[in-house]
């Protein structure tokens, strides 16, 4: 499983605009690599990544073989109110890698 | 001293072959790349019709990297986030890996700045280009050059 890390302050003032960085851990393999036997490896790779506050879309990224391996973003978004900022990681199986954060904004 | 005339033709002859078989080979070698022409095409349909503005966005990318498995690339554009004015999104493409595409990064007025950051593969020294789309339907451009001394995409697994 794919293991991530959120970075989002704590306590906010209403208004303000936060810088939210997140990172998982991905192959990332473009499918442009041969493996030992000249065979290429099917391409591997996170192609979307959504933040939503109180189930809100605020930032969304597509994503593609050209972003290093642990896909490293950070964006912002205004502190509106306190709550919970949902990220979401799907990759080119379908599968989907959840994290949550909390925020108070005063 | 007399030089010997077909010596002397043997030997650009052989210095012929020797290069034509050079050649031949770095054409054979050379692996399948997005051309800036590839480039233009994805660009282009982003783009549609509309005209591309020199300006407002700001790239933060190290002129020369060691290596490109990992380039940091941050982007801020100038523009206010508002309901009415806003970045709608921001593309980066790139010139000489196997695909032009790079990211597209959809923002809103919730996202109260137009700053976003991420690393980057390059497999070569080369332009990134960044495209910002303002709610407005215009687009703003810049680009950065990237040398880049150990590639990344193409490698073998070790």
Not at chain 1, 24 to 43: Q, W
Not at chain 2, 105 to 121: E, K, M, N, Q, W
Request: hydrophobic share 40%; net charge neutral; aromatic share 6%.
């Amino acid at each position: 499983m794919a293991r991530a890390l959120i970075n989002v302050p704590k306590t906010a003032k209403r208004g303000q605009v936060i810088e939210i960085k997140t990172l998982i851990s991905h192959e990332m393999e473009t499918g442009f690599r041969p493996d030992r036997v000249g065979k290429l490896i099917p391409r591997d790779i996170i192609n979307t990544f959504v933040c939503s506050y109180n189930g809100i879309e605020v930032f969304r990224a597509d994503l593609h073989p050209a972003i290093a391996a642990n896909p490293f973003l950070t964006f912002t978004t205004v502190a509106t109110e306190s709550g919970v900022l949902d990220f979401k990681w799907t990759d080119d199986d379908g599968k989907i890698f959840a994290e949550k954060a909390n925020i108070v904004v005063e | 001293m007399m030089t010997d005339p077909t010596s002397q033709r043997r030997t650009s002859r052989r210095r012929f072959i020797a290069g034509a078989g050079a050649l031949s080979l770095a054409l054979t070698l050379r692996p399948a790349d997005a051309t800036p022409e590839s480039m233009q095409a994805a660009i282009r349909e982003v783009l549609g019709n509309a005209k591309l503005n020199q300006g407002r966005v700001k790239i933060d990318v190290p002129p020369l990297v060691e290596n490109g498995n990992t380039v940091p690339l941050s982007i801020a554009v100038e523009s206010p986030m508002t309901e009415t004015e806003h970045v709608k999104k921001i593309h980066v493409f790139n010139e000489k890996n196997p695909l032009p595409q790079v990211a597209t990064f959809h923002l809103g007025p919730r996202s109260g700045a137009a700053r976003v950051s991420t690393r980057i593969r390059l497999a070569d020294t080369q332009d990134v280009v960044v495209i910002a789309e303002m709610s407005d339907g215009t687009f703003w451009t810049a680009s950065a050059n990237v040398i880049v001394t150990l590639a990344a995409c193409n490698e073998d697994v070790i």
